[in-house]
């Protein structure tokens, strides 16, 4: 027992490493829009279009990572998908062109998040946590990620500030090369094949008949949509409304901060009550607190309590998402069907970021999309209040006759 659970906690500890290198890295992009939009001579949907192509490439990747990692471990996942992103950080820092930054930043570094991030990471720890354990597990590691992101943005400003874009692209890419490492230290287990256990073929056909599976796939293209439209194209919003780009970065800064604690107060209370009705009123809150931000005087002090409260509800989705694919449909194919729910994450993310761009420049500002970011926050409270989780009932196993 003491083996098993220092294994468990080994597992927990490297899993939060690579998802704080990970998220944390990924967190700065930001940062980047204006100072290689403006030396480049790009308007900003060429570096929208590039970090939109990143997050429908994670996201397309994923369920096939997930897949893997469900068969073979994620150590060998997480491996490559480190040197993926560490290659991906390298060819962004040298790009010049739209096309080499669609590929750097959309392609490889989107393949490398899909093998070094969620779905793979709480895969593996759903598969070695208690069940009554799980989602207060999923929380601690997923809050890693937001510590990640809390303490590498000031880096990541440094570093600009210091080294200017392309020798800072270059030195978080040595960053991201430490994920392999790591990875190939993740020596989780998968689940021992059972005589009750679905094909991958009859788990996706389960998945699919499911009502409550797509009413989450489309709850979490709202998730996607907000995180990472405002993640992207924040800086710049508060910097067209002059305020200062280190008031950008704070409040980015602050996103990450509180969403530490967000996130594992969110998978503490999934343990305790229905995770479809707090993920109802979670995005109901999220739409509220956008409303109070776009529509009310804006101010660094304002920029900051946005960044607060928005990081309290910001990756509070991932553990109780992940808890409920677990509690329907079991571990079995976690990783594998949470992939699929978070393609839909990051088809909202693809559309969040890339419409954010596109309609800046058209119109010169982003009102369009913030306010659909409020009405989408509606809209999935609504989807997750008819969201079950209740374990799906499969047939008994026919007996073998002698």
């Known amino acids: 027992m003491d083996a098993l659970r220092r294994h468990t906690l080994l597992l927990i500890l490297l899993g939060s490493l690579v998802i704080s290198l990970a998220m944390g890295l990924r967190h700065g992009f930001g940062l980047f829009l204006e100072p290689m939009s403006r030396e480049l001579g790009w308007g900003r949907e060429v570096f929208a279009f590039a970090l939109a192509l990143q997050n429908l490439i994670w996201g397309f990747a994923q369920p096939f990572t997930g897949a893997l990692a469900d068969r073979f471990g994620a ?47 709480l895969g593996a720890v759903g598969r070695a946590v208690a ?40 030195a978080m890419g040595a960053l991201a090369a430490m994920m392999v490492p790591l990875g190939a230290m993740l020596k989780d287990r998968p689940s021992a094949r059972q005589a009750t256990d679905l094909s991958l073929r009859a788990a996706l056909d389960e998945a699919a008949g499911h009502r409550g599976f797509w009413l989450l796939c489309l709850g979490f293209f709202v998730c996607g949509f907000q995180v ?71 101010s660094p002090a304002s920029a900051y309590l946005f960044g607060i409260a928005i990081g309290l509800l910001w990756l509070s989705t991932v553990p109780l998402t992940n808890g409920i694919v677990a509690s329907v449909f079991g571990v079995r194919h976690l990783s ?5 729910v978070f393609l839909f994450h ?21 009102d369009v999309v913030w306010k659909l970011a409020i009405l989408l926050s509606v809209a999935a409270a609504l989807l997750h209040w008819f969201i079950s989780e209740a374990p799906v009932k499969r047939p008994a196993p026919r007996e073998v006759q002698a």
């Open 228 to 298: 990472v439209f405002i993640g992207v194209h924040l800086p710049g919003y508060l910097f067209d409304n002059g305020l200062a780009v280190q008031v950008g970065s704070t409040t980015l800064a602050l996103v990450g901060l509180f969403n530490i604690f967000g996130t594992y107060t969110a998978g503490w209370l999934g343990g305790i009550y229905s995770k479809p009705r707090l993920l109802s009123w979670l995005y109901l809150t999220r739409g509220a607190v956008i409303a109070a931000f776009v529509f009310l005087p804006l």
């Open 346 to 366: 990051q088809v909202g993310s693809f559309t969040g970021v890339w419409l954010g761009g596109m309609l800046y420049d058209l119109h010169g500002d982003y």
């Open 336 to 340: 594998m069907l949470g992939g699929i």
């Open 75 to 121: 150590a060998r996942v997480v491996a490559v998908g480190g040197v993926l992103y560490a290659l991906g950080l390298l060819f962004m820092g040298l790009s010049e062109s739209a096309l080499g930054m669609s590929l750097s930043a959309g392609v490889l570094i989107g393949l490398g998040l899909s093998g070094t991030t969620f779905s793979v990471i």
């Open 131 to 170: 069940p009554e354990k799980r989602s207060m597990a999923m929380g601690i590691v997923s809050a890693a990620g937001s510590f990640g992101q809390f303490a590498m943005l000031p880096g990541t400003l440094g570093l600009l500030g210091w080294l200017g874009w392309s020798a800072a692209l270059l």
